[in-house]
């Protein structure tokens, strides 16, 4: 191979699509329950924009963590907006942040469990009498906002204290479902965006469980001090119609203009 049609692959290769290698890369940090509706939503983005983005699932609360200790993040997708606030009140971000979602959460059981799903736990609480039970999944509350939705919910129904010594704990709610419809547990409480997908729907059945059950998970989003023109191009992008569009398909609610 000649010289000059090395280089030309070595061009092509390097830089695709005829521009010039991205150098800024902004590492995004979401919670654990956008992970369907993110990763479809950052393919778009990818398609119309020619940028990418590095994407991390994971728990708000050890997010919330590793952005006030200085992890390079730019962008902080939070599952609990109070994680956000305090980081802007630590002097960490931009600003108070956008509310982007409101989520929600649904009592999971896999193929075979002895619990048949239903809005208002009885069938959860008729197994659990019966000795039934052996294993129940949620994520941390510690630190996982939908872990404290689904301990909150089980509190308001009788059901935590009788469930407590059977606790699986997901480090956060993609582990939880994990547990939950991988037959680790008879069943478990995670995120209704993760029940839609077609890779845990078809392992089980589930009931979306009242909003009255538990506080409401108001999800938020913020630009970390220092954030570089593709995190803000991101940022703007998950706030237009197409992409609301995702998060509601995903089983996310917006929120009013009137609350951001």
């Excluded at 020619?50 to 390079?72: T, V």
């Excluded at 609990?80 to 509310?99: C, I, M, P, S, Y």
């Amino acid at each position: 191979m000649s010289y000059c049609k090395y280089l030309l692959l070595l061009i092509f290769f390097i830089f695709p699509k005829g521009g010039l290698a991205q150098t800024d890369v902004p590492a995004i940090a979401a919670a654990s329950d956008l992970k369907f509706a993110v990763e479809e939503i950052a393919l778009h983005f990818r398609a119309d924009t020619r940028r990418e983005l590095r994407l991390s699932f994971g728990s708000s609360g050890n997010y919330f963590q590793q952005i006030a200790q200085g992890a390079p993040f730019q962008l902080f997708m939070s599952a609990d907006e109070n994680f956000v606030f305090k980081l802007h009140a630590a002097g960490r971000t931009e600003d108070r942040g956008a509310l982007y979602a409101t989520g929600r959460i649904v009592l999971f059981v896999p193929q075979g469990s002895p619990i048949q799903p239903d809005a208002a736990m009885a069938g959860l609480k008729k197994a659990l009498a019966a000795g039934q039970i052996r294993r129940f999944a949620i994520a941390n509350p510690e630190h996982a906002p939908y872990g404290r939705a689904a301990e909150q919910a089980l509190r308001k129904l009788g059901l935590w204290e009788g469930l407590r010594e059977r606790m699986v704990l997901g480090e956060n709610v993609s582990q939880a479902a994990q547990f939950a419809a991988g037959g680790s547990a008879q069943g478990g409480i995670f995120a209704y965006s993760l029940a839609l997908a077609p890779q845990l729907s078809k392992l089980g059945h589930y009931a979306l469980l009242p909003e009255e059950l538990h506080d409401p998970l108001r999800q938020r989003m913020v630009l970390i001090k220092g954030a570089g023109d593709t995190a803000r191009a991101f940022h703007a992008y998950l706030q237009q119609p197409a992409a609301q569009a995702i998060f509601v398909r995903h089983g996310f609610t917006l929120p009013q203009a009137a609350s951001k």
